[in-house]
């Protein structure tokens, strides 16, 4: 049985940091690619960042730069260290997972954490 649970979120000022962690259990972690999705009030979900099994990164446009992706496949935990956060960040974070190299599309992973919701606020 396979599960990621997130958890970090919460509320927090803009201008701060804040890490977000997945735990993996009933799968291979170290086999697999991570990622996080998430999705704001109103809008469809959307890619933020990946890594593949081999350490390799990915980030959308909108948070390269402030956030990073990692993993500890010893732990089976995906982490998304968050810096400088703005209030468009603000949005429900969902924890990933796959065989293949990450993808920025939802239909290109088989496994979901529920989410953690972050809101930040000025």
């Known amino acids: 049985q396979s599960q990621l649970a997130e958890s970090g979120g919460g509320l927090v000022e803009a201008g701060s940091f804040r890490r977000l962690s997945c735990e993996v259990s009933?799968?291979?972690?170290?086999?697999?690619?991570a990622g996080w999705f998430r999705q704001a009030p109103g809008k469809e979900r959307e890619f933020v960042a990946g890594i593949s099994s081999s350490g390799a990164t990915y980030y959308s446009e909108a948070v390269k730069g402030r956030f990073t992706i990692s993993r500890n496949n010893n732990q089976n935990t995906a982490y998304l260290e968050m810096n400088n956060l703005k209030l468009e960040d603000t949005a429900v974070y969902f924890c990933?997972?796959?065989?293949?190299?990450?993808?920025?599309?939802?239909?290109?992973?088989?496994?979901w954490g529920q989410g953690t919701q972050l809101i930040v606020s000025s």
């Open positions: 009933g799968l291979r972690f170290e086999r697999y690619s």
């Open positions: 990933t997972a796959d065989r293949l190299d990450p993808a920025q599309t939802i239909k290109g992973w088989s496994y």
